[in-house]
Each structure stands twice: as C-alpha cells, then as structure tokens.
C-alpha cells in the first residue's frame, strides 16, 4: 500500500455497517515506569465515535477513561461529551501530531474492574502530548504504524507527569488494530459491545489483541 499525506485523515467509510476507523497514540518507559495511550475510533456508519485513554505508573493505579457512545464527529478528530474533550491534530503529515485531552478519569483498583462497570475515585486529567515521528510510517494491513517520540505533560490530581521518550502510533480503518496475541503484563481493557480491547505495555511497547467478551 502507498501512503501519502490524505491517509493521516479520515477515510471514506465501506459498506460494512461495523467499518471502523482508530487513531493511536502510545508513548512508554522502557523500564515498565509510565506508560499512556489515546485511543480514537470513528464507526461512521453507526454515526457513533468511542475514546479510551489509560496512564500507567508503577506502583499507582491505573488511570483509566472510556467513553464508547460518543457522537461522531461531522469534521477532524475533536471529541467533546460532558466532562470530555480530546483533540488530535496533524501538525505535519507522517511528522507532527498534537494530542490532547482534558477530562475525569477512575482510578482503578484493578485493571479488570473495567470490564464491569469501571468503578473506581474519580480523578481529573489533562494530556498534553507533542508526537514527533522517527522514520517513515510502515504499512500494516489496513493502515499503517509508526515509531516516535513523544514530548508529554499529564496534569494529574497529584502534580504533573513529565516525560519525553519513545512512543508509537497506529492508524487503521476498515477494522481495529489487532497485533493478535498480547504479552503477559498488567492489562488495560476496554468492552465494546460483544469485544474486548486489550492493551498490555511491555518493554517495546503497547501490543492489542481484540477477542470476544466472555
């Protein structure tokens, strides 16, 4: 697949009613220390959008925030719902990308908890990432996936999370990102209808795997 500047926007939708399309942001200490992402996904044909964000801090509880019936979007990457916002814009194609969010998220006891009903303190945070690519962006199946670093400020209850260090992201549309299999580690999870989205942070980065709800 050839890529050009017109595949970091959104795509023409398929036919399939479930034609889905996900921005990915990730960024990671290799030391397993702090980790985040920023997920995006547009179901143009179910006029509906779902946001998931998760920071990480060893010894801390995962920081997690979901919203899965967010309305979509009639232009860009701009999510808005009560007590949500999150902006993604591309700076420079394949270059430059400014992700932010400003919202409450749970503080989750147990990641699992988010396969129920997620409760958990409500925390407010605000994320402020500056994503710089490193090299040119890989075709996947149905996407592409490229490798960065990422210039971030989490706002947090506690003080603000600094970091600067490697990161990646994924763009996919036709289906979710699905590197099939995920490594052991401390999980996040996301239910959407009959899936789960599982994240797992390792050494080299985030890996997914998207499989059936129990």
Do not use: K
């Not at 547009?42 to 998760?54: A, D």
């Not at 990480?56 to 701009?78: C, E, F, K, N, T």
């Amino acid at each position: 697949m050839s890529l050009g500047p017109g595949d970091e926007d959104r795509h023409p939708p398929g036919p399939d009613p479930a034609w889905t399309e996900t921005w990915v942001f990730d960024l990671w200490a290799p030391d397993g220390s702090v980790g985040a992402f920023t997920w995006l996904t547009f179901q143009p044909n179910q006029r509906r959008s779902w946001y998931w964000s998760v920071v990480v801090q060893a010894g801390r509880r995962q920081l997690h925030v979901a919203d899965i019936v967010a309305p979509l979007p009639s232009a860009g990457l701009r999510v808005r719902t009560t007590g949500l916002w999150a902006e993604h814009v591309c700076e420079v194609p394949f270059e430059q990308w400014t992700v932010q969010n400003e919202c409450y998220a749970v503080a989750l006891d147990d990641p699992a908890d988010a396969l129920g009903r997620a409760y958990g303190e409500s925390t407010p945070i605000a994320v402020d990432m500056e994503w710089y690519g490193e090299g040119p962006a890989a075709a996947t199946p149905g996407g592409y996936r490229q490798a960065g670093e990422a210039h971030a400020v989490i706002e947090l209850a506690g003080g603000p999370l600094t970091f600067v260090g490697p990161a990646g992201r994924t763009h996919t549309w036709g289906s979710l990102p699905d590197d099939g299999t995920v490594p052991a580690g401390a999980p996040a999870y996301l239910p959407v209808g009959d899936l789960v989205v599982t994240r797992v942070l390792a050494a080299d980065g985030w890996s997914t795997a998207v499989s059936p709800r129990p």
